[in-house]
């Protein structure tokens, strides 16, 4: 297939999306067709490829050259890898194989640009490419200085030879952009805050929306900042989470030798662990979902899968604690002052609610009636027969209300306050 023929599936509307992101001029009162020819046109050109396929990782670019000769099975492996080449508008998949294919027009362009030059500019592209897809799961702001932290482990230029590299990826590629201090409302920052910067902050961009920025930054406070090993940045982008972990290697365990699922299957339920443990879910919701899908359980399991996913939970990298599990936070701070389970979660009240007979039975108060600016949790980062960690949490105005209701805290339950 071609790209041209890929394109008459979109509606006009959505093309002139994908030229103003192309920065086409003039095109929107072209016909249909003619946007799609000019689009095509200007993705093909030699300099826009380039610029866009340098910036696959290692791993997206194995798998481009594979599909550039035929159509490729794609591996559980290398399914975040093939969707985002999908993303990229560099290929599809094949109908009803769901093997991954290039744009026969984008093959034949690609083969005229794989010189040395491009070869050396995308090893350096795709590794900082993988730095920012951590950035922008664990962290969302930072200063530059800690991109580069991450990015020399692979590559030894400067950091101003980095930054160089970073103005000269397309935008809707790194999804973030570098902004001075002072043009965040920043400049009065200590040096000694974890976001300082001599360089600047980089941002994802999508936090501007709704304020998020501000309500990320309330909930990172002056955390540190982990920085993952160069085995981690190419785990977590592979297969999309830490699957190497010791707690996940015990789920994944779990369900191919207990639960008795193929392989295929248990991996993608262990990411569907991340996502909820990441998104500050309950772990109950995952046996919902499973039951749902008819997976028995035999009644002894119910409660070895539930420690296994409040183990899970508790060794998730969040955002909200720049890329620290919450068990890492919980070694690091003094015992009277250890984090939630779920921290500033706005599923808060409904997690505490899904627990609330266990840890009244383990002796654990739960409130969730009074109308407060604090609202009382607990975790249990040693496991659920060890000793249960009380914390309180601050809600503040622009916060959703832990109530559960959807408003924010300020229009619903602290209303009157």
């Known amino acids: 297939m071609f790209l041209r023929e890929y ?48 910036c696959l990782t290692k791993e997206q670019m194995d798998l481009f050259r594979k599909a550039c000769i035929s159509p490729t099975a794609v591996s559980v492996n290398e399914v975040v890898d093939a969707m985002q080449l999908y993303r990229y508008w560099i290929g599809y998949f094949e109908n009803p194989t769901d093997r991954f294919c290039v744009f026969e027009d984008v093959a034949v362009a690609f083969s005229k640009i794989d010189d040395k030059a491009f070869q050396l500019k995308q090893c350096r592209k795709g590794w900082l490419v993988k730095c920012i897809h951590f950035f922008i799961q664990y962290y969302g702001i930072a200063p530059i200085e800690v991109i580069y932290e991450m990015y020399r482990q692979k590559v030894k230029d400067s950091i101003d030879e980095m930054i160089e590299i970073l103005w000269e990826m397309p935008v809707d590629i790194v999804e973030s952009c570098l902004f001075t201090m002072d043009k965040l409302g920043m400049e009065g920052w200590p040096k000694e805050n974890p976001l300082y910067s001599e360089k600047g902050i980089f941002v994802h961009l999508q936090l501007f929306e709704n304020e998020e920025f501000a309500y990320l930054l309330r909930q990172q406070m002056d955390k540190d900042f982990y920085i993952p090993s160069a085995q981690q940045i190419d785990e977590i982008c592979r297969t999309g989470y830490e699957a190497s972990s010791s707690e ?37 919701k995952i046996i919902n979902k499973m039951t749902e899908v008819n997976i028995v359980f035999e009644e002894k399991m119910i409660n070895e899968l539930l420690e296994l996913l409040v183990a899970a939970h508790n060794n998730t990298r969040m955002k909200e604690n720049r890329g620290y599990k919450p068990s890492e936070i919980a070694r690091k701070m003094p015992i009277d002052k250890m984090p939630t389970i779920v921290p500033a979660s706005s599923k808060a009240a409904a997690i505490l609610k899904d627990a609330a007979p266990q840890l009244q039975a383990m002796g654990v108060p739960v409130d969730l009636n009074r109308n407060t600016d604090v609202i009382q949790t607990t975790m249990f980062p040693r496991g659920l027969n060890e000793e249960p960690i009380r914390v309180e949490k601050k809600i503040y105005p622009n916060d959703p209300c832990p109530c559960g209701s959807g408003k924010k805290y300020k229009k619903c339950c602290g209303k009157n306050n």
């Open 248 to 284: 996940y290697k015990k789920l994944e365990s779990f369900f191919i030798k207990k639960l008795r699922l193929p392989y295929e299957q248990a991996v993608t339920w262990c990411l569907q662990v991340w996502a909820n443990s990441y998104e500050g879910e309950s772990p109950s």
């Open 7 to 54: 394109l008459t599936k979109y509606t006009k509307e959505e093309l002139l999306d994908q030229a103003r992101s192309f920065e086409i001029k003039k095109c929107s009162g072209l016909r249909k067709a003619d946007l799609i020819d000019r689009i095509v046109d200007t993705f093909c050109a030699e300099e826009m490829l380039r610029s866009r396929l340098a």
